[in-house]
């Protein structure tokens, strides 16, 4: 069994990177791989929303993310870590995110979570658009006592974040949960329906 996560900071030992090893460690512990991925500070442009990978199941722009789209058909799990800049995501990371989703990746009903970093506030608006991405693509969001957030300024001041270590060791455990729960395959998974777009046109 294998999750992925992707580090959307620039700083590829920071404080996100911090919140994500939490996690990564209670999904070790449990017997679980993890592969982190660094995606801040790689130069990545964003959607121009042609549509061509509707096509061809690939982005015109033949980057990391299509490496990292075929990627995710192989695991159980997902994990998405961003810095809050200006009460957002950060911007490179969401050109990542905006083209590696549109990809529509092989993620239904697989688990996810998320880690923000920040160094004081703004951090909710960033968690939310972080679990924009996995609930649009049907991805299970492992629960955590509180909401994702790590505060610190730097790898070692967010250790200082008792509690927001405890959240991410949280959400780590019961992510590897939820990874055992669906292999165990005690529920079939449920049926689908084709997609429906209603574009709000008369
Ligand atoms: C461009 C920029 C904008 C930022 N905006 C915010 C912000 O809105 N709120 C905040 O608390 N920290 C903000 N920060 C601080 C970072 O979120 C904080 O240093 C965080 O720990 C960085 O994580 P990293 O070490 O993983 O890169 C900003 C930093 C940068 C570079």
Redesign the pocket.
Known sequence: MKVIGFNG???EK????RGMTAVAGELEKAGIEVELVQVGGREIPGCTGCRSCFGTGRCRFDDMVNECAAKLAAVEGIILGS?????GIAGGFKCFLDRLFYLRPHLRLKVGTTVT???????ILAHQQLNNYLNLAEVIIAPAVYWNVIH????EEALQDGEGMMVMRTAGRNMAWLIKSIAAGAVPFPETEPRVMTNFIR
């Open positions: 900071s620039p700083h920071g404080t996100t990177w810095p809050v800049y200006y009460g970093a920040l160094r004081r506030t703004g951090g610190g300024n730097g790898a």
